[in-house]
């Protein structure tokens, strides 16, 4: 082989070599970059999966939290109307005693009977009429009966019954069938006007709570 052929072909030789490195190294670059991608791809995942296991974790927190919060206020609001429902009570058993009180004072006792009298007798319809009191009472009123009914229902005709009723104080008043009647004892009264004194004893005991209500079910 002569001097040229053979430094034509180390060139070739050399030239190839280059060009195969050049590839080498496109390859090279081609697949580093190929990795970073990956890995950016692979390392994006992870995170979006960190932050949706962070976005449950935080959600199921946020449920758990509402629970026990919202167990703790139904326990006080509990705790809030038991103790309401005693200060009422406690408030209603006064009541009683101070109707002791005004059957004391035989004058103002006496005025409260002949409003009982008047607004139980406006109620009725016309005819003749009936009233009950209890024990103590009708030990003293048969006397006086003529002249409280002139004061408190001129235009009736009430007859007071000789039998006793029960009660604490207090008058009712019926038609002569029993069709009608007003209980205007103290227990009567009570019982249908409970709701309304309910409302007031709370608006007295809790002015500043306009939704504090007592539960239904007797006195409160």
């Not at 692979?42 to 296991?53: D, K, P, S, W």
């Not at 019926?174 to 309910?198: C, H, K, M, P, S």
Request: proline share 3%; net charge neutral; no cysteine.
């Amino acid at each position: 082989m002569s001097q040229s052929a053979e430094s034509q072909l180390h060139a070739l030789e050399a030239a190839i070599m280059t060009r195969a490195t050049e590839l080498a190294q496109e390859f090279h670059d081609k697949a580093s970059r190929q990795r970073d991608t990956i890995l950016r791809d692979v390392a994006e995942r992870v995170h979006l999966a960190e932050q949706r296991e962070v976005l449950v974790a935080k959600a199921e927190a946020e449920r758990h939290f509402r629970r026990v919060t919202q167990a703790s206020e139904l326990k006080m609001q509990a705790r809030l109307d038991q103790l309401r429902w005693e200060l009422v009570q406690t408030v209603q058993t006064r009541l009683a005693q101070r109707m002791q009180e005004l059957r004391a004072d035989r004058s103002a006792y006496r005025a409260w009977l002949v409003e009982m009298v008047r607004d139980a007798a406006g109620l009725l319809p016309a005819g003749e009429l009936t009233a009950e009191v209890n024990a103590d009472d009708i030990a003293w009123l048969p006397a006086d009966w003529p002249a409280l009914v002139a004061e408190a229902a001129p235009e009736r005709s009430i007859q007071l019954a000789d039998a006793p009723t029960w009660g604490s104080g207090g008058i009712k008043l019926r038609t002569r069938d029993n069709r009608a009647q007003v209980d205007n004892r103290f227990e009567g009264r009570l019982a249908r006007f409970e709701a309304g004194i309910q409302r007031v004893i709370l608006q007295q005991l809790f002015p500043a709570d306009i939704n504090a209500s007592a539960r239904s079910g007797g006195p409160q």
